[in-house]
T-cell receptor
């Protein structure tokens, strides 16, 4: 079975540009979460979506937005890129968001470099 | 969210058991302990989780103290491929969202 997939794997942008990152969850999973991992630190929670609705948001500016599609795939959008947005962006999926016992499975990530 | 404390780094010889400790003294009764690992530049890999009973799967064992204030992840026969950063996370559901709050983790190095 395919795991969580993300595209693209790597991306280079310049300051001020916009970027869209994509995630396909494990088949049957309806919840998708996004995390940002800056070099040398642990991942930080950005968003969680379940059944196409935003269920949680981390401490990130409004330049960050996301959405979930009817097939449960998701996009993360970042506007007006800053140098500090350079990071590994991780997507994780779980069956639902109904219980703390539900495991989140991570994709390989998209490495974004902002110049 | 409950905070976890882990040693910054640990070393273990190949073939020996690796025991990774984690303190979570402020854990609440409905909070699960999760362990993930991250091999360089890859996405975090789920290892194991538990609430209050000890757990074992094909990858590892999780020992949670009776008061639930600390736990130990055990890799029974460490190999070079187990070299990674290991994260101990206390997982809570609140306000309709689930999130994993990662700390700095323990950098485990398996030596030949």
């Amino acid at each position: 079975d395919a795991g969580v997939t993300q595209s693209p794997t790597h991306l280079i942008k310049t300051r001020g540009q916009h970027v869209t990152l994509r995630c396909s969850p494990i088949s049957g999973h309806k919840s998708v979460s996004w995390y940002q991992q800056v070099l040398g630190q642990g991942p930080q929670f950005i968003f969680q979506y379940y059944e196409k609705e935003e269920r949680g948001r981390g401490n990130f500016p409004d330049r960050f937005s996301a959405r979930q599609f009817p097939n449960y795939s998701s996009e993360l959008n970042v506007n007006a890129l800053l140098l500090g947005d350079s990071a590994l962006y991780l997507c994780a999926s779980s069956l639902t968001n109904l219980g703390a016992w539900e495991t989140q499975y991570f994709g390989p990530g998209t490495r974004l470099l902002v110049l | 969210d409950a905070k976890t404390t882990q040693p910054t780094s640990m070393d273990c010889a190949e073939g020996r058991a690796a025991n990774l400790p984690c303190n979570h003294s402020t854990i609440s009764g409905n909070e699960y302990v999760y362990w993930y690992r991250q091999i360089h530049s890859q996405g975090p890999q789920y290892i194991i989780h538990g609430l209050k009973n000890n757990e074992t799967n094909e990858m590892a064992s999780l020992i949670i103290t009776e008061d639930r204030k600390s736990s130990t992840l055990i890799l029974p026969h460490a190999t070079l491929r187990d070299t990674a950063v290991y994260y101990c996370i206390v997982r809570v559901v609140g306000q309709g969202a689930q999130k994993l709050v990662f700390g700095q983790g323990t950098r485990l190095t398996i030596n030949p």
